[in-house]
């Protein structure tokens, strides 16, 4: 079994240590996904890179959320599960909107179970939908560029959820309050 570090500031190649340094200096500690990305500096800097850059999508904060959890659940990730469960408390996202993400159950706001389900689908599909499925998408109140948002996102959680899943990533102390376990039935 190969066992993958998690590093330090002191212990990270020299191309992830300013990014970890950043880390730190963000979050008040080196989040562990990060620490362990960090053997790949290319890794870690596109992990922080689209992170800053789906923070600039055109959804709000608890709507991003839904399609990063919804990928988080879908892919099994304890780890990101759990951290954006405390993420999305600071960011105000109403606790029911978590629970639910959490549970894998439907929104009954029409709009954001949209969004849930249209993130599910390009989980699930691999990217391949019908032109019913981002025609549903788009009548709930989204736009086209929301279809590529969702992408990004997927494509952000897919850089997360499987490094997690490679490196074995433990929660942090930070986020043990929000851990979350796979075996919860998955609904699309």
């Known amino acids: 079994m190969t066992n993958f570090i998690l590093h330090t500031e002191e212990t990270a190649p020299e191309g992830s240590k300013a990014l970890l340094q950043g880390a730190k200096k963000a979050y008040g500690f080196v989040p562990n996904l990060m620490a362990g990305l960090a053997e790949s500096p290319?890794?870690?800097d596109a992990y922080i890179t689209l992170s800053g850059i789906f923070d600039k999508s055109d959804f709000t904060p608890a709507e991003r959320q839904i399609v990063l959890m919804t990928n988080n659940r879908l892919n099994g990730c304890t780890y990101c599960m759990a951290a954006h469960s405390t993420i999305s408390?600071?960011?105000?996202?109403p606790a029911d909107v978590i629970?639910?993400?959490?549970?894998?159950?439907?929104?009954?706001?029409?709009?954001l179970e949209a969004l849930r389900v249209f993130s599910a689908k390009v989980n699930q599909?691999?990217?391949v939908l019908s032109d019913a499925d981002i025609d549903a998408f788009i009548a709930a109140g989204y736009s086209q560029a929301n279809v590529l948002e969702v992408i990004l996102g997927t494509g952000l959680k897919v850089l997360s959820n499987y490094?997690?899943?490679v490196i074995e990533t433990p929660v942090d102390d930070a986020f043990q309050s929000d851990k979350w376990s796979v075996d919860i039935p998955v609904a699309v």
């Open 42 to 44: 290319a890794a870690v």
């Open 89 to 93: 408390k600071m960011q105000k996202v």
């Open 99 to 111: 629970e639910t993400l959490r549970q894998g159950t439907s929104f009954s706001d029409p709009k």
């Open 125 to 127: 599909n691999r990217g």
């Open 163 to 165: 490094s997690n899943h």
